[in-house]
């Protein structure tokens, strides 16, 4: 069973930066980290989880609109890690920041029914 452990949440001030990281571990078979599409998503209470950016086997990369320009997503196959550095945070970020794991990005990469693993989250507060 793969599991994904996302870190570098926390509390920052507007304007400020994170990065978060998600380590991916127990692929075997015939899956394998460097083929599959990986994402952030983010959810508050009371509301649908949402995609933040998502990135392919071929390192290609598609971000939501809220988060073009200020948020990079990247990915370390030799380490089984994903990456989301985020630049000039809003207090609107502030949310609870999840990584996936999918065979493939494709038309419908925005919606969560698409990925198969997912981590547990690490909270980002932003505050104003």
């Known amino acids: 069973q793969v599991q994904l452990v996302e870190s570098g949440g926390g509390s920052v001030q507007a304007g400020g930066s994170l990065r978060l990281s998600c380590v991916a571990s127990?692929?075997?078979?015939?899956?394998?980290?460097?083929?599959?599409?990986l994402g952030w998503f983010r959810q508050v209470p009371g509301k649908e989880r949402e995609a933040v950016a998502v990135?392919?086997?071929?390192?290609?990369?598609t971000y939501a609109s809220s988060a073009k320009g200020r948020f990079t997503i990247s990915r370390d196959n030799a380490k089984n890690t994903l990456y989301l550095q985020m630049n000039s945070l809003k207090p609107e970020d502030t949310a609870m920041y999840y990584c996936?794991?999918?065979?493939?990005?494709?038309?419908?990469?925005?919606?969560?029914?698409?990925?198969?693993?997912w981590g547990q989250g690490t909270q980002v507060t932003v505050s104003s």
């Open positions: 990135i392919g086997y071929d390192r290609s990369t």
């Open positions: 996936a794991a999918g065979y493939t990005c494709g038309e419908k990469w925005y919606q969560a029914s698409q990925y198969i693993y």
């Open positions: 127990s692929y075997a078979g015939y899956n394998s980290f460097s083929g599959d599409c």
